[in-house]
């Protein structure tokens, strides 16, 4: 499954020079606005600090985030549509668990790059209640959207199996619960390696074959 | 495994008196407290109001509650600890899935009395983000005493088995699914079903047997 999520990954089209640009203002300002709330907390920043330590106008901020706090929350609806696309992608006749175990697996190719600012925005939505809707918006966007792309998968609606939505939800849950994981244990341990114990369980299922004998 | 759920039930010992009336008591403050919020919205609503409605004076109000946003969402530490209990006491052979499948099903026995207070809890949650902070808190704390519980029949940590951990949390996730799913069904449908469809896909695993073969 590692194999063939770094496959996925190496298969994603390169991106052009504008939207390459775009990308890295996004998240130039979704780094600052963390960063800055942070520094102060969440109340004590203003949409113009976040633009001027960026170095574009406030314009130009409203051009990606509608507000202070989807700015914090980062949550970026190409790179969820991009996710999206890899899910309907995978080969058709891989089983569902499969498809979304490899694709969220390819997330993890560049932990490195992101692990430290999610820590920070964690933090910060603990510490300060005035992010928790737009933080759980964005996880309810991420799991609606993969729903939205396994639905397209099996040729469902969205709302029409509850199979494809325990798929989606467990294997998301997963996945935050090995990061989880991982951060309590001081990223002492291989995130990789907590990824595919959780998957594995919900692969082989819950009750080992040899309990199931008994 | 309902069997053996119904069985659990009914093994329940009785309550005394004196914790029937102060379980009633608890229930009628938190039912005054969600119906109240719901008519006027919680900030219109005082830890006065609702304990005049239920005919006890404000101090008889915080023997059960530190705050108004607690008793909306009505979350019973006593409760949560007989759900534990009931877990640890399930027979030592059996599996980790199928021990907490059981006592989760267990649950839903007195479904029709508590399904129409846990969507108007909802809804207000949804309306009044205030509420979320005590409602994630509320589910956090169900997650972790269930883990608790589970760590005490394998013999390990809370935090020591990752296996445990996805147990629970995948277990729990895959009931508040089936519950969403009914209700997004206007309850047309039997919940029993949906949580047998949930649970049984994670019991034998995530990849049906037929398609790991190909």
Known sequence: VTDTAVEADAEAEPLGRRE???LETRRALAGAAVRLAAERGPDQVTIEEIADAVDVSVRTFFN????KEEAIIGWDPEGLQAIVDRLVGRPADEAPFIAIRAVLSGLFEGVEEWADERALRHRLVREHPSLLPRFLAAHHDLERSLLRGMAARLGVEPDGSLYAAVVVTTSVNAMRLALTWWEAKDR???????LNE???ALERGLVPPTRKAT
């Open 20 to 22: 390459r640009k775009k």
């Open 64 to 67: 990606y985030f509608s507000s």
């Open 188 to 194: 002492a341990v291989s995130i990789t390696d907590l």
């Open 198 to 200: 959780a998957f594995d």
